[in-house]
């Protein structure tokens, strides 16, 4: 077995920083700041590792027992993915000092968890099998259990928790018995082995007698089964009930990188499998992606429209924005070619949407504290008292819903309704239009509310100490993931040469 250490450092330093979190604090027990400290500095070496490894262009691959068999694969795409990745959970750490600071929760074990998930998050990029593309999901998602429910005597954090618990474990079961379904058809898991199913297959069903058509059936049975379960992980119908109640009884701050990160790994897990794997073989993964799109925007969009909860109103609406992520990614997998314009739809508007959302969570962190989102009326006269963070939420809100001058989310919009168009799938870009005006219904009730006199004097306080705070770490990671993206031709080449 051939390992390149080298392509592992991200990983390595990620691990090291969960572990060094808990050191630190046993050794200065109930101190905020070395934990705090030590913790945001293995996350921005994370990220520096994953930049100066990427950098240099070169393909390094780790756990390989073949020329094509690899279990981890680190170029420049996986490195970019782990970079933004650490820049998600270096802004939530960052949003999350005040929570911290009251003592509601542990510092040790808040750092240690979240540093846990973002070791997860950095393998997952470059997993190119389904072992290793199911644990690193799973070494995402886990550790955000615990952190949704670690507040003391927060009794709404703790059903959320169980909720996000429960509903996770149906689905990594149905992505499981999807993996195993695939693993008996084509007799591998790596990618590669997946991808040349068809003479894999031919081959196998002369030796054991069985009918290719019957282990063909299998293979599409098991890739259905495998793309439905991993998309919980953007919250897509049908496994999206999880999401408004645990993003309301989270934190703030996790609700942030919960809604963002969770959601990017989804993303790219879908990528990996539905484009590396199971496109060379199958079709019908695409209109799986573009059945689970069509009913995420539409139930999505319908049910945000009853919301009075600002928290509950952004998880319904990121059920409708995982819709538009999968569209284009459903349009690629089906296309006769990977194109560089469905590519960049569906990296663009991924990044785009985590870097509105992000500024959306850390725009309700200045304003109402690192606790509870509350409802919608309370931001009733908010123009008003702090008319720098209205700006902020309403810029995230016009972005998410596709309009000026909320410019990255029109263009996002416009480049998923353009490539699929280009890709002969004119339905799916009918049915994005119409969801995209659903969703201008619920985004303008909103930012209206911000314009709207309060009733109450003092309904809404902003919190002068933290918006400073939070609004830098909005736009920081803002930053950062611009500049780790390039939005750039350059990337789109080299996604497009990763995965097609």
């Known amino acids: ?77 996986a490195a970019i993915v782990a970079g933004v990745f650490a820049a998600l959970a270096l802004g939530a750490l960052a949003l999350s000092v005040p929570l911290l600071r009251t003592g509601e929760v542990p510092v040790g074990e808040y750092c240690f968890l979240l540093a846990c998930s973002l070791a997860g998050a950095v393998v997952l990029g470059g997993a190119r099998d389904l072992i290793t593309l199911i644990v690193a999901l799973e070494t995402l998602t886990l550790p955000l259990y615990m952190l949704v429910g670690l507040r003391r005597g927060a009794r709404e954090g703790g059903t959320a928790a169980v909720t996000f618990f429960v509903v996770s474990v149906v689905s990594t079961a149905v992505a499981l018995l999807g993996a195993a379904l695939v693993f008996t058809a084509t007799g591998g898991v790596h990618f590669s082995d997946i991808a040349a199913g068809p003479a894999h297959l031919a081959g196998q069903s002369a030796e054991v007698g069985a009918p290719v058509a019957a282990t063909g059936a299998l293979l599409k049975v098991g890739v259905v089964l495998l793309l439905v379960g991993l998309g919980f992980k953007v919250a897509a119908v049908p496994a999206h009930a999880w999401a408004p109640a645990t993003y309301d009884g989270a934190p703030l701050p996790v609700a942030a990188y919960l809604s963002t990160a969770s959601k990017l790994g989804g993303v790219v897990a879908l990528l990996l499998v539905g484009v590396s794997a199971a496109r060379p073989v ?60 469905l590519v960049a739809a569906v990296i663009g508007y991924a990044f785009f949407y985590v870097v509105l959302e992000f500024a959306a969570f850390g725009a309700l962190v200045a304003v109402r504290g690192a606790g509870d989102g509350g409802r919608i009326a309370d931001y009733r006269g908010l123009a008003r008292r702090s008319p720098w963070l209205t700006a902020v939420l309403v810029l995230a809100l016009a972005g998410l819903a596709g309009l000026p001058p909320g410019l990255a989310g029109l263009f996002a919009k416009v480049a998923v309704v353009r490539s699929l168009l280009g890709g002969d799938a004119t339905w799916l870009a009918i049915v994005v239009a119409v969801n995209a005006v659903i969703g201008l219904a619920y985004y303008v009730r909103v930012g209206a509310t911000f314009f709207t006199p309060s009733e109450e004097a003092g309904e809404v306080v902003a919190l002068r100490a933290r918006v400073p705070w939070a609004v830098a770490t909005s736009v920081g990671v803002a930053a950062v993931v611009a500049v780790l993206v390039g939005f750039g031709p350059e990337l789109v080449m080299r996604a497009a040469g990763t995965f097609g």
Not at 294 to 305: H, K
Request: charged share 10%; proline share 5%; aromatic share 2%.
């Open 1 to 77: 077995m051939r390992i390149d250490q080298v392509a592992l450092i991200p990983a390595y330093v990620a691990a090291g920083t969960a572990v060094l979190a808990l050191l630190v604090d046993l050794i200065v027990p109930g101190r905020r700041g070395p934990v705090m400290g030590v913790t945001a500095l293995g996350m921005a070496g994370v990220m520096a590792a994953a930049i100066a490894v990427g950098a240099g262009g070169e393909r390094r691959t780790a756990f390989c027992v073949g020329p094509d068999q690899c279990s981890l694969v680190l170029d420049p795409a």
């Open 282 to 341: 199958l079709s019908t993964s695409g209109l799986t992606l573009a059945v689970l799109a069509t009913l995420s925007m539409t139930v999505g969009n319908l049910v945000a429209l009853r919301q009075r909860r600002m928290v509950r109103l952004l998880a319904w609406s990121s059920v409708a924005q995982a819709g538009y992520l999968l569209a284009p990614l459903g349009a690629l997998i089906a296309a006769d070619e990977v194109t560089p314009l």
